[in-house]
């Protein structure tokens, strides 16, 4: 441990999912004295940012959520097969509630830089407002689709009615029978064109590519459901921990060409049913992110239903994707049928592009201008390390992040990069690509125990440049086994003009990385250098 005196032992940065957990088990089972720092004026991350109409998680209720607390687990009950969004940030605060950990929280502060001193081995953190605080640990839990993505369309500024990002929704803003368009059709962008085409007077959405989506089968659950899932919690825990996308579902192990026609085209079918796009993605076969063959025939299933659910053909064809299906698998309850209703239109911006936006709405190459009353930017996030490169962090020798990740975002394990000493990044670049509490989890219980054994051993900890480039060339080398770099999505960083496209996810599935971890704890945090700290400033 630094012999610097410092305001605290830890600060941590950020407070969805990551940043909550972290605060608890830094304070609560390593007893330092940790300050945790959030900008917005509420707790909850993503969900306290995404209000918009329709938002919800996409893994099942009973798997996104916490395991730490097994009296919680008992307790926080669920009534639909997905959580919606404002449920989700009441559990959060009931978290917060329920580990007393207000008390260490300050909110309503942007963290905009941070220094780490060589000569105290010690870390200074520096608002928005100028104050600063320093820590010998600094946990960044900033989220990896937290900073927005706004386009840079000519004219956006003097759009007249309300121009508004899903992750910026305020909470006064109605749609009721308003003229709305939005821009983007991802996993958001599907989520609110669903709840808007219910809401809107008249809906038009603007498409750049066309989205495969497969019913969410999403519906009432039981209170019996629940009380089974309660029961069999540690072995369901178990199950997600040991698989590979952490869904609570049983992956498939049967190759897709290895069955007749007829048998894929009644598994397709059993998991259209079923609903979830992991499932329809990693339930059915195991070959679909990695075999064009098989993802063919995924992608052939998708566009016959869009075909058949689509009265108008063009419409059907705007909607039919072309590309792999390798993208992040998306799902939606309705969502192609919602095209076959009056109130909605669909244009092809890729046929059509947008030329500019003026105070009236959205004016296309065709001469058109689609009037509106509110256009929406569902347009995503600058992914993964988006918010760091917001901030001025500085590591040793006075070197930035911006200029260590100059070529793109790399770490060692998604939580650590060589010259940025006791810090540790949750989600951070190359980490799990899956149900993303769980890796939460993980990553956030591997740092408590790095830094407890930090603390013990009196020691700075910090990753060699070499063992970051071996997991750079692991995570590349898994991530070119798959399809997945055969689309253009924010999974690479391809969704940002001028982002270098880079791989960013690990997507070596999440029981294979938390053996890793565990093997890496072992073996005296492998990777990790110690040295005993500087004396105090
Ligand atoms: P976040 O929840 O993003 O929290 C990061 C926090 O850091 C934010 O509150 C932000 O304000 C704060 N912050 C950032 N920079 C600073 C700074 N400089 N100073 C102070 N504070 C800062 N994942 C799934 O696995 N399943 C799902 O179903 C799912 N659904 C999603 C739906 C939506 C609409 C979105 C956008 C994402 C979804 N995700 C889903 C991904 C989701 O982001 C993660 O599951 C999880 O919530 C991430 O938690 P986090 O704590 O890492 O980050
Ligand atoms: P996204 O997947 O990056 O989608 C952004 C959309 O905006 C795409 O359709 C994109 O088109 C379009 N777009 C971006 N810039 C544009 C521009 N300049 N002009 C026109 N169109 C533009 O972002 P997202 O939908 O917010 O989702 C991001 C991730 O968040 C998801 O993959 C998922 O992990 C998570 N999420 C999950 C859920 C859920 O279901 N639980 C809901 C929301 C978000 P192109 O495709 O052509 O680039």
Not at 85 to 96: F, K, N, S, T
Not at 379 to 385: E, Q
Request: charged fraction near 25%; hydrophobic fraction near 40%; aromatic fraction near 10%.
């Amino acid at each position: 441990m630094s012999t610097a005196s410092t305001d605290y032992d830890a600060i941590v940065i950020g407070l969805g999912f990551a940043g909550i957990y972290q605060l608890h088990t830094l304070r609560d089972e390593l007893g330092l004295k940790v300050r945790a720092f959030e900008k917005g004026s509420g707790i909850g991350g993503t969900w306290f940012w995404n209000r918009y109409p329709g938002a919800m998680s996409d893994t099942e209720s009973p798997f996104y959520r916490y395991s730490f607390d097994k009296e919680l687990l008992d307790e926080w009950s669920w009534s639909r097969k997905y959580i919606d969004q404002p449920d989700i940030l009441e559990y959060l605060e009931a978290v917060v509630d329920r580990h007393d950990l207000r008390r260490d929280i300050q909110l309503d502060t942007e963290i905009t830089a941070m220094t780490f001193d060589e000569a105290s081995d010690t870390w200074t953190v520096t608002s928005s407002t100028g104050q600063s605080w320093t820590a010998r640990y600094v946990v960044t839990a900033l989220g990896l689709l937290a900073a927005v993505n706004k386009p840079d369309i000519p004219g956006i500024d003097t759009f007249a009615g309300d121009l508004v990002h899903t992750a910026q929704w305020p909470a006064d803003l109605s749609l009721d029978g308003k003229r709305v368009g939005v821009i983007g059709t991802g996993s958001t962008g599907t989520q609110f064109i669903v709840a808007a085409s219910k809401l809107a007077g008249h809906l038009t959405v603007f498409q750049r590519s066309a989205q495969y989506s497969v019913p969410s089968g999403n519906g009432p659950t039981t209170a019996e459901e629940v009380a089974q899932v309660k029961a069999r919690y540690p072995e369901i825990w178990e199950q997600v921990r040991g698989s590979s996308v952490a869904f609570g579902f049983e992956e498939s192990t049967t190759p897709t060409m290895s069955v007749s026609a007829e048998e894929r085209e009644e598994i397709f079918e059993k998991a259209w049913e079923r609903g979830n796009g992991f499932y329809f993605m990693f339930g059915t076969f195991s070959d679909i992110a990695t075999d064009p063959d098989a993802n063919e025939a995924a992608a052939a299933f998708i566009r016959k239903k869009i075909s058949e659910v689509v009265d108008d053909p063009e419409t059907a064809r705007l909607l039919t994707p072309t590309q792999p299906y390798a993208k992040r698998p998306l799902c939606n309850l309705g969502y192609y049928e919602l095209y076959n209703q009056d109130n909605v239109d669909l244009v092809s911006i890729k046929e059509n592009p947008i030329v500019e936006i003026v105070p009236q709405g959205v004016k296309t190459a065709d001469g058109v201008v689609h009037e509106l009353d509110v256009l929406v930017l569902a347009t995503g996030f600058d992914a993964v390390d988006g918010n760091y490169r917001r901030m001025d962090i500085r590591g040793r020798d006075g070197i930035s992040i911006d200029e260590h990740w100059a070529d793109a975002p790399t770490s060692y394990l998604g939580l650590s990069t060589a010259g940025f000493p006791n810090l540790f990044m949750i989600l951070g670049p190359n980490g799990p690509f899956t149900n993303l509490v769980p890796s939460i989890e993980v990553q956030v219980e591997f740092v408590t125990k790095l830094v407890r054994s930090a603390q013990e051993r009196g020691a700075v900890v910090e990753v060699t440049q070499e063992v970051e480039d071996a997991w750079t060339e692991e995570c590349a080398s898994i991530a070119n086994m798959t399809l997945f770099p055969k689309t253009d999505s924010w999974i690479f960083g391809a969704n940002i003009p001028g982002k270098k496209h880079s791989v960013l996810f690990y997507l070596g599935g999440m029981s294979a990385y938390r053996d890793l971890l565990a093997e890496v704890e072992e073996q005296g945090f492998r990777g990790y250098t110690a040295r005993t700290p500087s004396a105090a400033a």
